[in-house]
Nanobody
């Protein structure tokens, strides 16, 4: 069973930066798709940044040029560097991955990111 554990969330002021990390129980290269989603209060969960088919990452338009997703192969981790944070970035951020050959996604427990104005 795949385990994904997020860390790095917390309260930040608008304009600030935060780095989220997701530690996987297996190599990040064993995932066909892997990245970050978020769910704001009262809204549906949405894609933030995801490596699709292990290739070029896909970003939500709202975070382009502010957020950067990266992989740390040695630590089996996927990171999300978030800069120039806005109050509208406030959400619970989830790490998710779909192992190669599997149709189901595995999800972390989520980490809260409140951005104060």
């Amino acid at each position: 069973q795949v385990q994904l554990v997020e860390s790095g969330g917390g309260l930040v002021q608008a304009g600030g930066s935060l780095r989220l990390s997701c530690a996987a129980s297996r190599s990040v290269f064993s995932f066909n798709d892997m990245g970050w989603y978020r769910q704001a209060p009262g809204k549906q969960r949405e894609l933030v940044a995801v490596f699709i088919s292990g290739g070029i990452p896909k970003y939500a338009d709202s975070v382009k040029d502010r957020f950067t997703i990266s992989r740390d192969n040695a630590k089996n981790a996927v990171n999300l560097q978030m800069n120039s944070l806005k109050p509208e970035d406030t959400a619970v951020y989830y790490c998710a991955g779909r192992p190669t050959g599997n149709t189901l996604w595995s999800w972390g427990q989520g980490t809260q990111v409140p951005v104060s104005s």
